[in-house]
């Protein structure tokens, strides 16, 4: 779906003190960025941020990075965080295409990455664009600390089993996998929905969610 192109999107982007520009030269400075060593969490595929700032919101000790390719869509998040009264001082967004992430944070600098209904790339010749591929995967190697893990959900099964299979193919180990999200009271604790999930699950869609991380050699 071509999304639409909103006046002056960009430029609101660019005074915005909310998102970090030259992000090609920030790798390893992310701490400078935000004033502190807490961790850093981050989410590729953003959308309209609702899901980052509520959990920006809810762990103050954690710094929080959303990355979002498409200005039409960023905007929405600006304009959320803008007009909040308390805007959360740990979030911080980047306008980017994901496949730069590691020039953008560096070796071990992040400890969780949040991947939340991605494009599924239908296509099997666009398989390498799928957020949780063998080529992503290796990506997020690079900038995850050695503890560090992904949390991706999503409605597709289809996407989901190949990102079952992707991990596994790649050695990472599975910590937690579920078809049916909002029936598993444990893992329901404490989770936060995106405008997504709202949506699919008032469909009635099953939401598939799997935590995994790289194995301990």
Same mark, same amino acid.
């Given at each position: 779906?071509?999304?639409?192109?909103?006046?002056?999107?960009?430029?609101?982007?660019? *005074?915005?003190?909310?998102?970090?520009?030259?992000?090609?030269?920030?790798?390893?400075?992310?701490?400078?960025?935000?004033?502190?060593?807490?961790?850093?969490?981050?989410?590729?595929?953003?959308?309209?941020?609702?899901?980052?700032?509520?959990?920006?919101?809810?762990?103050?000790?954690?710094?929080?990075?959303?990355?979002?390719?498409?200005?039409?869509?960023?905007?929405?998040?600006?304009?959320?965080? *803008?007009?909040?009264?308390?805007?959360?001082?740990?979030?911080?967004?980047?306008?980017?295409?994901? *496949?730069?992430?590691?020039?953008?944070?560096?070796?071990?600098?992040?400890?969780?990455?949040?991947?939340?209904?991605?494009?599924?790339?239908?296509?099997?010749?666009?398989?390498?664009?799928?957020?949780?591929?063998?080529?992503?995967?290796?990506?997020?190697?690079?900038?995850?600390?050695?503890?560090?893990?992904?949390?991706?959900?999503?409605?597709?099964?289809?996407?989901?089993?190949?990102?079952?299979?992707?991990?596994?193919?790649?050695?990472?180990?599975?910590?937690?996998?579920?078809?049916?999200?909002?029936?598993?009271?444990?893992?329901?604790?404490?989770?936060?929905?995106?405008?997504?999930?709202?949506?699919?699950?008032?469909?009635?869609?099953?939401?598939?969610?799997?935590?995994?991380?790289?194995?301990?050699?």
């Amino acid at each position: 779906m071509r999304l639409r192109n909103i006046r002056g999107s960009r430029e609101a982007i660019a *005074e915005s003190r909310y998102v970090i520009h030259e992000e090609g030269t920030r790798a390893g400075t992310w701490h400078e960025i935000f004033g502190n060593d807490h961790p850093i969490h981050i989410e590729i595929g953003m959308g309209k941020g609702k899901f980052l700032m509520a959990l920006a919101k809810a762990h103050p000790q954690v710094n929080y990075v959303g990355i979002e390719k498409y200005s039409s869509v960023l905007i929405r998040a600006l304009e959320k965080i *803008e007009g909040e009264k308390e805007p959360p001082a740990n979030l911080y967004f980047v306008r980017m295409d994901a *496949e730069e992430i590691e020039n953008v944070f560096g070796k071990g600098e992040v400890e969780r990455i949040y991947l939340n209904f991605s494009d599924p790339w239908p296509k099997d010749r666009h398989a390498k664009r799928r957020l949780t591929s063998r080529e992503f995967l290796a990506r997020y190697d690079k900038i995850l600390c050695a503890d560090g893990q992904v949390e991706f959900k999503t409605d597709n099964r289809a996407l989901f089993d190949f990102s079952v299979e992707s991990a596994k193919e790649a050695g990472w180990n599975l910590k937690t996998l579920t078809y049916d999200l909002h029936h598993d009271p444990k893992l329901m604790e404490g989770n936060l929905m995106t405008e997504y999930e709202e949506r699919f699950s008032a469909l009635g869609n099953p939401i598939h969610k799997l935590i995994a991380d790289r194995e301990k050699k």
